[in-house]
Structure formats: C-alpha cells, structure tokens
C-alpha cells in the first residue's frame, strides 16, 4: 500500500509538473495566446501610474473573489452547471444588412454579447469584435457560442473605419476574427499592452494606438475617442494577469457621446466618467457574467443599470449577455433583471435582437424575444 501511495503521489507530481510545463512553453510558440510587450511598449506600461508591483491595478481595491470564495470553489460551482445555462433553441436574429444603415444616422446594431457596429458621423466603428464560435485559444473547446440563426459573419459587415478593443480577454479580443480584419488597413485603438498581441497577428504598428486611462485620441474632425477606466483585470495565459490594461471606450461626436463599458464591476468610476463626459446618448453597459463568487470585477443587472445612472445615461443597452455561457446564471437573467431594474427607474432600455440596426433618433418598443 505504501508503495502503491508513492508512486501515486510520484505521478502527481509528475502531472503537475508537466501541466505547469505547458502552461509556460505552449503559448510561446501559439499566436493565438498573444504576445507580452518588450523594448519601448514596456516601458510605456512600467511609466504608468497604474501599474505597480509588476500588475496594472484597479482604481480602487478589487479582489478576484468574493468573500470565503476561492478559485476551485468557483471552478467546482461553474462545473456542476445551474438552471437553463443556454438557450434550448437556435436564437432566430436578424440578417444584418449594411443597406440598413443611413449615413445620417447615429445607429448601433449588437451582435451578442459585448460586440457591437456603431455608426456615427458616417463612420463604422467596430467594437470588441468576436465573430468565432468559442471563446477561448481553442477552436475545438472552451465556451462555446450559442447558435444564432443568421449566424453574423466579418463578411455581413460595411466598410470599417475603426475598431475599439477594451482589453484582452478572449470573449472581446478573438485572434480568428482579428485574423480576418489585418488587411484591411483599419485603425485598433487598444489598452496599454494589447498592441503587442496585435502586432504578433499581423497588424502593423502604425495602425496601433495604445492609449492610458482618460488618453484621447481625435480619429477626425468629428469624432474622438477616449479611453476610460474600469474595475476589471486581463489575461490570456496563466502567467500575464494584469500584464495588459483594461478599459472601456467613449466615442465622441459634435453632436452625440456614447459609451461602450467592456467588462467591469461597479464603482465609483461610472460617475467620474459621467461627470467628464456626460451626459451620454446612449450608454452599452456590461450586463452579464455575474456571481457572487465574483462581484467586483462584473456587475449584475441592476448594478448596470444604477452604472448608466451615474454615466448620466439617456439611453441603455445592457451587453455582455445572449451569446456565451460564462458564469452560473440563467441565460435570460441579465435582460429580465435589468428590464425590471430599468422599469422601476423610469430608464429608456433597448433590448435588440442581435443584427438588428436601432437609430438613436427613433428607438423603437422592443419585444422579449429571448422568451
């Protein structure tokens, strides 16, 4: 028995030590893991007051779980599954169609979860843009998306003008889709450090614009771009948390400001934010992903609505929901509760069906599809 015992414990160790090996070597030679940043990239980041003790740091303090929550307790709870997790049918979405959009307009059209087609003073800005059906470095495992019907595809879409990335997690930075969107010559304005995941991908330096909490950037002489900060973290690998910054995105017009959150739990950011550049047209606020063994890097529904409160919000359409199973909570969870959330705060909620183009002029009653 005793020598039954150590080999055992001999082959545990083994496991472990071949795991841990992997872990480290596998996404040096794969691309889809990203790459970290080096030379003057790197020295950007250390300069930054927000990175400290080698991680960037979260505005105020944020702890990865809740209380008398660890990671395998997380791990187990996700692994036991809870109650209706993914749609028990195809969700039927609407064929998107670039004829749909008027230059004149200001529109959004939501394609699941946190990507999103904004089109604003005759430009077609592409947010957090995930078009593979995992989410995950894997094509062949991980969270899988649910099946749309149309499914969305890069092809659908006009002509791009810009796209925005609000940090590197793979469910908002996918490398097939990226892949796809290299040669087309068009401008990614990212966090500090996800320029060296783009880069690795193919897409030139000088279309890279690596921006800090509260940067801007002015893309024309309409529009500006601001970078903003969230309660978050990021990560593509076991050894690069918080080697990246996370962020959320304002997009600025003469005439329209509009918001696009990423990821983050709730704090005091959102009313800084809405104190700058409020009041917002419409706010795109993650709405999805929560569990109490992680309540302060996502929020739930009616903490997003009370975030678009703060923002200064006319507008909300909760994201981050509808096309991933990433936490414990129903799939229709996030919109119920925030449609109720929103109700009892007279707050003007869209809920689209994803491909389905709404212009800020005349927002539409929307039915509850997801039933």
């Given at each position: ?29 794969a691309p889809q893991f990203g790459n970290s940043s080096d030379g003057a990239r790197l020295e950007r980041i250390k300069s930054s007051p927000h990175f400290k003790d080698g991680q960037f740091q979260n505005l105020v303090d944020t702890p990865m779980y809740g209380e008398n929550t660890s990671l395998w307790q997380s791990m187990l709870k996700f692994i036991k599954g ?282 539409l009653a929307y039915y509850e599809w997801w039933k």
């Amino acid at each position: 028995m005793k020598k039954f015992l150590k080999w055992l414990l001999v082959a545990v160790i083994i496991l472990v030590f071949i795991v841990i090996t992997a872990t480290m070597i596998v996404p040096k030679f794969a691309p889809q893991f990203g790459n970290s940043s080096d030379g003057a990239r790197l020295e950007r980041i250390k300069s930054s007051p927000h990175f400290k003790d080698g991680q960037f740091q979260n505005l105020v303090d944020t702890p990865m779980y809740g209380e008398n929550t660890s990671l395998w307790q997380s791990m187990l709870k996700f692994i036991k599954g809870g109650e209706n997790r993914e749609p028990d049918a195809v969700i039927k979405t609407i064929k998107f169609s670039a004829n749909n959009i008027s230059p004149d307009e200001v529109s959004v059209t939501w394609f699941g979860h946190s990507t999103v087609l904004l089109q604003i003073a005759g430009k077609n800005i592409l947010i957090d843009p995930v078009f593979s059906n995992h989410a995950s470095p894997f094509a062949f495992m991980g969270p899988k998306a649910f099946p749309y019907s149309p499914h969305f595809s890069i092809a659908d879409l006009p002509e791009i003008d810009a796209i925005l990335i609000s940090h590197d997690h793979y469910d908002h930075l996918d490398y097939e889709t990226i892949l796809k969107l290299k040669n087309l010559s068009i401008p990614f304005y990212v966090p500090l450090g996800l320029g060296a995941h783009l880069e690795r991908w193919g897409i030139p330096a000088e279309n890279i614009f690596e921006a800090e909490w509260w940067d801007e950037f002015r893309f024309d002489q309409e529009i500006v771009f601001a970078c903003v900060p969230m309660r978050h973290f990021s990560g593509r690998g076991i050894s690069d948390r918080n080697k990246t910054l996370w962020a959320g995105w304002v997009i600025k017009s003469e005439k329209h400001t509009i918001i696009h959150t990423g990821d983050s739990g709730y704090g005091p950011h959102f009313k800084q934010i809405g104190e700058k550049y409020g009041p917002f047209d419409l706010t795109m606020v993650e709405c999805g992903q929560y569990n109490e063994g992680w309540p302060y890097i996502h929020m739930t529904p009616e903490e997003t609505v009370q975030a678009h409160i703060d923002l200064d919000g006319k507008l909300l359409l909760p994201i981050h929901w509808g096309r991933f199973n990433l936490s414990l909570h129903s799939w229709t969870d996030p919109v119920e509760r925030a449609s109720e959330a929103s109700n009892q705060k007279n707050i003007n909620l869209i809920t689209p069906v994803p491909g389905q183009v709404v212009s800020l002029s005349n927002p539409l009653a929307y039915y509850e599809w997801w039933k």
